[in-house]
């Protein structure tokens, strides 16, 4: 026999009852003669009406513990819920441990109480917020005009309700006391706002009351009675005024900039007097001023710019009658600053084709005058980027000067005296020996300036021009000179010896008498004379600054025109050949005395 054993049994009474009835029930089987499969198979129903009498028993067991432990849990969460919104946490211990340790029916028991008094509290809390966010909309209605209160905490509080914690609470109040100073702050700020519309009004020299009446009428403050509005639209209104006031500055005052630069031009040009400025003093202070600072009441209203604009025009009507002169004058400065930059003014501009533009109306005297001025600004500019070069033509020069005046004090050494220890003798010698080691730099200079010369030509794409000549052609033609000149003086040197040589023949055999040469020897010097104590002093000065007035010596060009006289007489002498034999002691030496002092008289000048 299968014995059949409950796993749901809960006492040993119920398992002998059970286990009885089963050998009852089997006694019957064996006294009725059932066969062991009916009885197995009898058996197995058995079981199976108890196992589903158990299952259905168990399920609505079960079904009974679900719904008691849902309604715990739905209360538990509104609980929870509540204590969350009140902020009141604290209390969710105490629940959480008897949730562990009690059953559900007493639970269940417990939360209702403590629910009860958590709805309770949630009204109260209700019941304040609503008071406050009361007050906080009757001010932001203040503010904002009573528009709809785009508060997002007023907002918030509409929308959901879940949180009505202390914390929350306390933000509320510190929202209102947050409008109540906001409120404060409007009225200090609108009060600015009103006194830079003043300000600005009285710059420009409109009327105050009305710009500020056409924001709002409280503005005014005629009326004492009714409060100052500190809405948002009021605020807009001023900025937008304020914003509109000071573009209207800017215009005014760049306008009144304009008029201020014309007539400042047009006083220099007609050399007005001061008292005639005096009057236009407080429109020209603005120059030097910047917009917040113009704060002088009046002075860019319309009147005052109608003034100086009146004044411009009168200045300028008075100008087309001297246009003539102002135009020769400024011709006058621009001849003067190419004069001692050596740059050769524009031709199209000169006094005479001035005068006859102007006396034939073919040309306005005022285009003639811009002409002119920007041709001013033209010569500044590109004597600037010449200043390099202009320095060391200067230096070549000195170079040129000191080689000159080597060569007249090597031509005074033929005086006896030079040796002489008078006042002033070792000044001569400390000069020459610096001025050898200057003129042994020229040639260095002379390629250096030409380099540098080519090297602006090629940056600029244009000719380096010096008084209207290139100044390249200028150095390379007085280098071919130079060159010129040493072979002349080398060939001098050279018939110097034959001749020497020839007279001392002719002396051997003839006897010697005196020199013609002697004589010579003390004439009057190039531009220097002997003092009586053995130094040189200079008869003129031998050159002038740049921008002098004698241009034999200050452009380079006139040291060709120096040379042509000397190097035709040295060629004449060169290309003819000498039969010493055939002439004369006094013939060979008057040959050679005229040679000699051509050389040393005729000396370039750079």
Same mark, same amino acid.
């Given at each position: 026999?299968?014995?059949?054993?409950?796993?749901?049994?809960?006492?040993?009474?119920?398992?002998?009852?059970?286990?009885?009835?089963?050998?009852?029930?089997?006694?019957?089987?064996?006294?009725?003669?059932?066969?062991?499969?009916?009885?197995?198979?009898?058996? &197995?129903?058995?079981?199976?009406?108890? /196992? *589903?009498?158990? #299952?259905? %028993?168990? =399920? +609505?067991?079960?079904?009974?513990? @679900?719904?008691?432990?849902?309604?715990?849990?739905?209360?538990?969460?509104?609980?929870?819920?509540?204590?969350?919104?009140?902020?009141?946490?604290?209390?969710?211990?105490?629940?959480?441990?008897?949730?562990?340790?009690?059953?559900?029916?007493?639970? &269940?028991?417990?939360?209702?109480?403590? /629910? *009860?008094?958590? #709805?309770? %509290?949630? =009204? +109260?809390?209700?019941?304040?917020? @609503?008071?406050?966010?009361?007050?906080?909309?009757?001010?932001?209605?203040?503010?904002?005009?009573?528009?709809?209160?785009?508060?997002?905490?007023?907002?918030?509080?509409?929308?959901?309700?879940?949180?009505?914690?202390?914390?929350?609470?306390?933000?509320?109040?510190?929202?209102?006391?947050? /409008?109540?100073?906001?409120?404060?702050?409007?009225?200090?700020?609108?009060?600015?706002?009103?006194?830079?519309?003043?300000?600005?009004?009285?710059?420009?020299?409109?009327?105050?009351?009305?710009?500020?009446?056409?924001?709002?009428?409280?503005?005014?403050?005629?009326?004492?009675?009714?409060?100052?509005?500190?809405?948002?639209?009021?605020?807009?209104?001023?900025?937008?005024?304020?914003?509109?006031?000071?573009?209207?500055?800017?215009?005014?005052?760049?306008?009144?900039?304009?008029?201020?630069?014309?007539?400042?031009?047009?006083?220099?040009?007609?050399?007005?007097?001061?008292?005639?400025?005096?009057?236009?003093?407080?429109?020209?202070?603005?120059?030097?001023?910047?917009?917040?600072?113009?704060?002088?009441?009046?002075?860019?209203?319309?009147?005052?710019?109608?003034?100086?604009?009146?004044?411009?025009?009168?200045?300028?009507?008075?100008?087309?009658?001297?246009?003539?002169?102002?135009?020769?004058?400024?011709?006058?400065?621009?001849?003067?600053?190419?004069?001692?930059?050596?740059?050769?003014?524009?031709?199209?501009?000169?006094?005479?084709?001035?005068?006859?533009?102007?006396?034939?109306?073919?040309?306005?005297?005022?285009?003639?005058?811009?002409?002119?001025?920007?041709?001013?600004?033209?010569?500044?500019?590109?004597?600037?980027?010449?200043?390099?070069?202009?320095?060391?033509?200067?230096?070549?020069?000195?170079?040129?000067?000191?080689?000159?005046?080597?060569?007249?004090?090597?031509?005074?050494?033929?005086?006896?005296?030079?040796?002489?220890?008078?006042?002033?003798?070792?000044?001569?010698?400390?000069?020459?020996?610096?001025?050898?080691?200057?003129?042994?730099?020229?040639?260095?200079?002379?390629?250096?300036?030409?380099?540098?010369?080519?090297?602006?030509?090629?940056?600029?794409?244009?000719?380096?021009?010096?008084?209207?000549?290139?100044?390249?052609?200028?150095?390379?033609?007085?280098?071919?000179?130079?060159?010129?000149?040493?072979?002349?003086?080398?060939?001098?040197?050279?018939?110097?010896?034959?001749?020497?040589?020839?007279?001392?023949?002719?002396?051997?055999?003839?006897?010697?008498?005196?020199?013609?040469?002697?004589?010579?020897?003390?004439?009057?010097?190039?531009?220097?004379?002997?003092?009586?104590?053995?130094?040189?002093?200079?008869?003129?000065?031998?050159?002038?600054?740049?921008?002098?007035?004698?241009?034999?010596?200050?452009?380079?060009?006139?040291?060709?025109?120096?040379?042509?006289?000397?190097?035709?007489?040295?060629?004449?002498?060169?290309?003819?050949?000498?039969?010493?034999?055939?002439?004369?002691?006094?013939?060979?030496?008057?040959?050679?005395?005229?040679?000699?002092?051509?050389?040393?008289?005729?000396?370039?000048?750079?």
């Amino acid at each position: 026999m299968l014995a059949f054993e409950s796993p749901l049994a809960t006492s040993a009474h119920a398992s002998t009852s059970c286990n009885v009835l089963l050998r009852e029930l089997q006694q019957i089987w064996s006294d009725i003669g059932e066969s062991e499969a009916d009885k197995d198979r009898m058996l &197995l129903e058995l079981e199976r009406e108890c /196992l *589903e009498v158990y #299952r259905r %028993k168990v =399920e +609505e067991a079960a079904n009974a513990k @679900a719904r008691l432990h849902q309604s715990v849990a739905a209360r538990e969460a509104e609980v929870a819920t509540l204590m969350a919104a009140l902020g009141e946490l604290n209390l969710h211990s105490p629940i959480q441990k008897e949730k562990k340790m009690a059953p559900l029916k007493e639970k &269940l028991a417990s939360i209702s109480p403590l /629910l *009860e008094d958590l #709805r309770t %509290k949630k =009204e +109260e809390r209700r019941k304040q917020f @609503a008071d406050i966010k009361n007050q906080i909309e009757k001010i932001s209605g203040e503010i904002s005009g009573y528009n709809y209160p785009n508060d997002t905490m007023i907002s918030c509080l509409t929308l959901e309700d879940q949180d009505l914690s202390l914390r929350r609470l306390t933000e509320f109040h510190t929202r209102l006391q947050t /409008l109540q100073k906001e409120k404060s702050d409007r009225l200090h700020k609108v009060l600015e706002y009103v006194n830079e519309v003043h300000l600005l009004c009285g710059v420009l020299g409109l009327d105050f009351a009305q710009t500020v009446s056409d924001v709002h009428p409280s503005l005014q403050r005629a009326n004492q009675e009714q409060s100052t509005n500190i809405s948002n639209g009021t605020f807009e209104g001023l900025e937008q005024t304020i914003n509109k006031l000071k573009t209207e500055r800017r215009i005014r005052m760049q306008k009144l900039k304009d008029i201020a630069g014309q007539l400042f031009e047009l006083w220099n040009l007609m050399d007005s007097p001061q008292a005639e400025k005096n009057v236009f003093s407080r429109a020209t202070s603005i120059l030097r001023l910047s917009e917040p600072e113009v704060t002088e009441p009046g002075v860019l209203s319309t009147e005052m710019i109608e003034q100086a604009s009146a004044e411009v025009e009168r200045l300028t009507k008075l100008k087309a009658g001297r246009m003539k002169e102002l135009v020769l004058k400024r011709r006058s400065e621009l001849e003067d600053i190419c004069r001692m930059t050596h740059i050769k003014p524009d031709a199209s501009t000169s006094v005479e084709k001035s005068n006859a533009l102007i006396d034939s109306g073919l040309v306005d005297p005022s285009e003639l005058l811009a002409n002119i001025e920007a041709q001013i600004t033209k010569v500044k500019d590109e004597a600037l980027s010449r200043k390099d070069i202009m320095d060391r033509i200067d230096r070549w020069l000195l170079a040129c000067e000191e080689e000159n005046w080597l060569e007249d004090y090597n031509q005074v050494s033929i005086d006896e005296n030079r040796y002489n220890a008078g006042r002033g003798a070792h000044i001569n010698l400390k000069r020459a020996e610096k001025a050898r080691i200057t003129v042994t730099k020229i040639p260095a200079i002379v390629d250096n300036l030409i380099n540098r010369t080519l090297a602006w030509e090629e940056e600029k794409r244009a000719l380096f021009l010096y008084d209207g000549e290139r100044l390249v052609s200028i150095l390379e033609d007085y280098k071919l000179t130079r060159k010129q000149r040493e072979e002349e003086k080398k060939r001098c040197r050279d018939q110097k010896k034959i001749q020497d040589l020839l007279l001392t023949e002719r002396e051997a055999i003839y006897g010697s008498k005196p020199s013609p040469r002697k004589s010579n020897s003390f004439r009057k010097t190039n531009g220097y004379r002997a003092n009586g104590n053995g130094s040189m002093t200079p008869s003129t000065p031998r050159r002038n600054s740049v921008g002098g007035a004698t241009p034999e010596l200050l452009t380079p060009r006139s040291y060709l025109g120096r040379q042509n006289g000397y190097f035709k007489e040295m060629r004449r002498l060169s290309t003819a050949p000498i039969n010493f034999v055939a002439i004369s002691k006094e013939d060979t030496v008057s040959t050679y005395t005229s040679v000699c002092d051509s050389e040393l008289g005729s000396p370039p000048h750079s």
